[in-house]
């Protein structure tokens, strides 16, 4: 699998939220999936499939278990079987597909949020 070939350097990034291990995988930008690259996220998908099946302190530290978000334009010309592949653990919510456009509108959002609050905090220790 390729999560576990130690010569090779991950290119996602892990964060926790709300009892879940999310799983970032950035592509460039304009960039479409191949089928190299739906080989290696079924990789992904087993990796962690296998490694919270049998360590169960990560089920616990993550009760909702976890999804593999993959900002990336889209997926060029497949295969039906990658296709399928794909299509499969996105219905199964293991994997979730944003394109770049969508993933700067959520962090746009967020900053925003954070923003905001942090005003309402100056706002009460003004008052």
């Keep these: 699998m390729a999560i576990s070939y130690e010569d090779k350097r991950p290119d996602f990034v892990l964060a926790s939220l709300e009892n879940t291990l999310h799983i970032v995988e950035i592509k460039r930008s304009g960039y ?6 739906i080989d290696r996220l079924s990789n992904y998908v087993s990796a ?12 616990e530290a993550f009760p909702n278990g976890w999804k593999i978000t993959l900002v990336v334009d889209g997926v060029g ?3 039906s079987t990658h296709k399928f592949v794909l299509d499969s653990f996105v219905e199964k919510k ?7 456009f969508d993933f700067l509108m959520r962090a746009k959002k967020v900053h925003e949020e954070f923003l905001e609050a942090q005003d309402r ?3 009460k220790d003004v008052v």
């Design 94 to 100: 293991k994997v979730e597909h944003i394109t770049w």
């Design 121 to 123: 905090a100056k706002r």
């Design 32 to 37: 479409h999936l191949k089928e190299s690259d």
């Design 48 to 59: 962690f499939e296998s490694f919270f099946a049998v360590n169960s302190s990560a089920r």
């Design 77 to 79: 010309n497949t295969d």
